[in-house]
């Protein structure tokens, strides 16, 4: 009989790994052009998830939903938003790209108002929303702002991946997925990974990229463990905690990514930043506190049935 991976290892892992994924793409970035390396990343991540696919003989849906969904997960998430991501990182540290990311949450609380009618915005989300944007805006000021366009430029392609990542999502909910989690990753890696080589050959050089063993094992690091094993992990943990436990990934994670950013490249980042980095996560936590109660004021009956 098989043994279960641990819950706990597992949990960890996948902060880890995310908080890891933004250090790897800044070191990959100096010999890799931005899309050709969003493109390469999919593409291997892509193949490796049919692997499974195939090996578990999972079904793949080809619907007219079903190709909606490959369609709008495959482009904007796995093609525009990382693309974006990429070539905004380019110009700005690591870490202040992981920490304008860890404002998903608060992007897809505005666009689920208006598309989920279960979703509507209360009192305490609108708070947190705005003390999250107001986290956002200070990252802005103390870290872009007067001075360079590079920077101011990097932050905004970031932002617009945020943006870009968040409808994905909020589609799903609308219309949840007919294809089991890995397919509808698979498949839309393949599609991102597709696109975004095509528009690499045309707007850049793709001779450019050097071949050494640390950008191939950046490609693979990042295909591999920050999408492949990433998802698997995250799409286990959903199986196996509840979803308020599993929410946390998205707090530690920029922490640690924020760290390795100052440990790896000593990106250190003005006082202000860390201020606003923290009023984001405080931001995400005020807008879902109440599922966030769940954990930490658990009633007692329910710890003593616990084995």
């Not at 929303?129 to 990252?139: A, D, M, Q």
């Not at 799903?172 to 089991?180: E, F, G, S, T």
């Not at 397919?183 to 850049?204: A, H, K, P, Q, Y």
Request: net charge positive; proline share 6%.
């Amino acid at each position: 009989m098989s043994r279960r991976p641990p819950v706990g290892l597992v949990f960890a892992a996948l902060c880890l790994i995310w908080g890891s994924t933004f250090v790897a793409l800044k070191v990959g970035l100096e010999g890799t052009p931005p899309l050709l390396g969003v493109s390469l990343r999919h593409l291997l991540a892509s193949l490796l998830l049919f692997l499974i696919i195939f090996w578990r003989k999972m079904p793949i849906p080809k619907d007219p939903l079903a190709i909606r969904q490959y369609l709008t997960v495959g482009l904007l998430n796995f093609s525009l938003s990382y693309s974006l991501t990429y070539s905004g990182t380019q110009f700005i540290y690591s870490n202040i790209s992981s920490l304008l990311w860890s404002s998903v949450p608060i992007t897809t609380a505005v666009v689920a108002h208006f598309v989920l009618p279960s979703e509507r915005l209360t009192f305490m989300k609108g708070l947190g929303i705005l003390i999250g944007f107001g986290g956002v805006t200070l990252i802005f000021t103390g870290y872009g702002l007067g001075k360079s366009e590079h920077l101011l430029l990097g932050m905004l392609l970031v932002m617009g991946a945020v943006l870009a990542g968040t409808w994905p999502g909020v589609y799903l909910k609308h219309r949840p997925a007919r294809a089991n989690p890995i397919v509808l990753n698979g498949v839309s890696t393949g599609i991102g990974g597709l696109v975004t080589l095509g528009v690499s050959f045309l707007v850049e050089t793709p001779s450019r990229m050097v071949w050494s063993p640390l950008n191939i094992g950046i490609v693979a690091y990042l295909a591999v463990f920050g999408t492949v094993l990433a998802w698997v992990s995250y799409f286990y943990l959903v199986n196996h905690i509840e979803v308020v436990k599993l929410s946390f990934v998205g707090f530690i994670a920029p922490i640690i990514a924020m760290f390795m950013g100052m440990i790896v490249l000593g990106e250190l980042l003005p006082p202000i930043v860390y201020l606003g980095a923290f009023l984001v996560l405080f931001g995400i936590f005020l807008s879902d506190a109440r599922r966030f109660r769940r954990i930490l004021f658990r009633k007692s009956h329910r710890a003593a049935a616990l084995p």
